[in-house]
């Protein structure tokens, strides 16, 4: 790959129409990645015998290019002459990551201010506990930090205007972002209340957003923003004609307050249709309610003019409906680790717990078996079936499951994982079915870290 360095030395940023990206993927889950610029894909590129690949961006445009490699995704950010060389360990994704090569120093800044804010984030929400003066005073700080080490490194690399801009938005949105969780992570539960305390000018900087930022509408910082933003504009709308500030999440008013937030501020076609498929999805997930669902779907069809995610929520809906309790548990493959294709209800012969796991949320796979592997222990007559619903590499999750000191006796993996989760209305990831032994939904929307969780395991045992 030095090699490649070699050949772009001559080449300086007015003069080079191109780049170059390649790496060194280990413990490879597929044998290519995907290139994308935004969401269209730029080219299929198959790894070499040693899991390497290089490839040649013509006619480069500055800005946000991504790599899929199995079900992760990156972020990195291309300028004419940058022959961009990155190396990771799949088993630990972005943690592993490290780029090399012309384009390297500003591409590890931010992967490393993205991980680092990640880590933050922790420390913030305790931060809400305070005062809102309080907690300006410690995110200001925390602000101010950020601004004075990016300067530092402005001065020492003489980086470009698109870095810049880049960079302090990375700044700017995570303080933005802290600013809108306020109320939901103070432990208030008199969300009415708690709007009412804050100064007057706590949203000032609400004036000068871009609702509608065709260049940061696929950046990370900049959605996670806005789905807060407007969690928290239309709060401050439904605090004022609700009777109850408590229960907000499955309200249906509110998350009706919610679309019509972003139907007001939103004229980007892409972020106003995916704002409306986020909170839409989320809502169905989480309400029992038939008519509740219906209402908002009747409001987001009337609003999202994306066709493939308006198929997708009404198909997701049509799935709920076929999980209501005392309907069959569906017929699904699933593969052991003797790579057995089974179908899941022959292993049901007692009041069961169906999980979900991926390797795209690798802490979650340990935070829910230690969870069950507890659970077992209180509840030895139920039994707990641990689903894989990866879509690639199933030696990749023979792989896991081995190494893991948490595994269960009953581990799978989808057969076929597209049809299965949708048919099981897999969303979100925590997502848990009880299962009496008859084969039949006892609760298809449960979860296992819910206060209410083994009320209703012992529900499901009681029957």
């Given at each position: 790959m030095a090699c490649i360095t070699l050949l772009l030395i001559s080449c300086g940023k007015d003069s080079c129409k191109y780049a170059i990206i390649g790496g060194e993927i280990i413990n490879n889950n597929t044998d290519y990645v995907v290139i994308f610029d935004s969401k269209d894909v730029i080219d299929t590129i198959k790894l070499d015998g040693n899991n390497r690949f290089t490839y040649k961006i013509e006619n480069l445009k500055p800005g946000f290019y991504t790599f899929r490699h199995g079900g992760e995704i990156q972020m990195f950010l291309l300028e004419p002459g940058d022959s961009l060389m990155f190396r990771l360990n799949t088993f630990d994704f972005d943690e592993s990551l490290v780029y090399t090569g012309k384009g390297a120093k500003k591409n590890?800044?931010?992967?490393?201010?993205?991980?680092?804010?990640?880590?933050?984030?922790?420390?913030?929400?305790?931060?809400?506990?305070?005062?809102?003066e309080a907690f300006t005073k410690k995110i200001d700080s925390i602000r101010a930090e950020k601004?004075?080490?990016l300067k530092k490194y402005q001065e020492k690399h003489n980086t470009s205007q698109l870095f810049n801009k880049i960079a302090q938005a990375n700044i700017d949105y995570d303080y933005y972002s802290s600013k809108e969780i306020y109320p939901f992570v103070h432990y208030g539960r008199n969300k009415k209340k708690i709007i009412e305390a804050l100064p007057a000018n706590f949203y000032d900087y609400r004036k000068n957003i871009n609702y509608n930022d065709n260049f940061f509408k696929d950046y990370f910082n900049y959605t996670s923003f806005?789905?807060?933003?407007?969690?928290?504009?239309?709060?401050?709308?439904?605090?004022?004609?609700?009777?109850?500030?408590?229960?907000?999440?499955?309200?249906?008013?509110?998350?009706?307050d919610k679309m019509a937030a972003i139907d007001s501020l939103v004229t980007n076609t892409e972020i106003k249709n995916e704002l409306l498929y986020h909170y839409g999805m989320k809502f169905l997930s989480k309400n029992k309610n038939i008519e509740d669902n219906e209402k908002i779907i009747k409001y987001f069809l009337s609003k999202s003019s994306n066709e493939k995610n308006n198929e997708m929520v009404v198909a997701y809906n049509t799935s709920i409906n076929k999980l209501k309790p005392g309907e069959s548990f569906p017929d699904i493959n699933v593969r052991n680790l003797t790579q057995d294709v089974i179908n899941i209800n022959a292993i049901i012969n007692k009041p069961t717990v169906i999980y979900f796991w991926s390797h795209l949320y690798k802490d979650y796979f340990e935070t829910s078996h230690k969870r069950v592997k507890d659970l077992i222990i209180k509840y030895p007559e139920v039994e707990f079936i641990s689903v894989n619903i990866d879509d690639y590499s199933k030696d990749r999750w023979a792989t896991t499951v081995k190494n893991k000191k948490h595994a269960l006796k009953h581990e799978y993996i989808l057969e076929t994982p597209e049809e299965s989760v949708k048919k099981l209305a897999v969303y979100p990831l925590t997502k848990v079915i009880l299962v009496s032994e008859e084969h039949k939904i006892v609760n298809g929307h449960a979860n296992m870290f819910s206060n209410r969780f083994e009320q209703e395991l012992l529900g499901l045992l009681n029957r």
């Open positions: 590890n800044y931010l992967i490393n201010d993205f991980l680092k804010s990640e880590k933050e984030e922790k420390q913030v929400f305790k931060f809400c506990q305070l005062s809102p601004n004075k080490k806005l789905k807060r933003s407007f969690n928290n504009i239309a709060l401050e709308t439904h605090v004022k004609h609700t009777k109850s500030p408590y229960e907000i999440w499955t309200n249906t008013c509110y998350n009706l």
